[in-house]
């Protein structure tokens, strides 16, 4: 069974950092795209950012400049910092994995971790 394990989400200030990582096996995580997710109250799932299994990555347009998206090989993790945190980045964050070595590309979820950014 794959695992995506998530830590990192929490409360935070207007303006504030957080960093989330997840976790993946190892046989996943070197076949795989990963990328983080996030849902809001109401709203559809969308991409947050995305880094291929070569690094390169790509950003949704409210993030970028504020949100890095990294891979650590040796760890099997994912990262998301979050910089310049807003009211309006308040979600459920997920983390994904995509697999690259099937067709059609097999995706791995996360449990969701909450981020809620309030004064």
């Known amino acids: 069974q794959v695992q995506l394990v998530e830590s990192g989400g929490g409360l935070v200030q207007p303006g504030g950092s957080l960093r989330l990582s997840c976790a993946a096996s190892?046989?996943?995580?070197?076949?795989?795209?990963m990328g983080w997710y996030r849902q809001a109250p109401g709203k559809q799932r969308e991409l947050v950012a995305a880094?291929?299994?070569?690094?390169?990555?790509n950003y949704a347009d409210s993030v970028k400049g504020r949100f890095t998206i990294s891979r650590d090989a040796a760890k099997n993790t994912v990262y998301l910092q979050m910089n310049s945190l807003k009211a309006e980045d308040t979600a459920v964050y997920y983390c994904?994995?995509?697999?690259?070595?099937?067709?059609?590309?097999?995706?791995?979820w996360g449990q969701g971790t909450q981020v809620t950014v309030s004064s």
């Open positions: 994904n994995a995509k697999r690259t070595d099937t067709l059609p590309r097999l995706n791995y």
């Open positions: 190892r046989m996943i995580f070197s076949i795989s795209d």
């Open positions: 880094i291929t299994s070569g690094g390169s990555t």
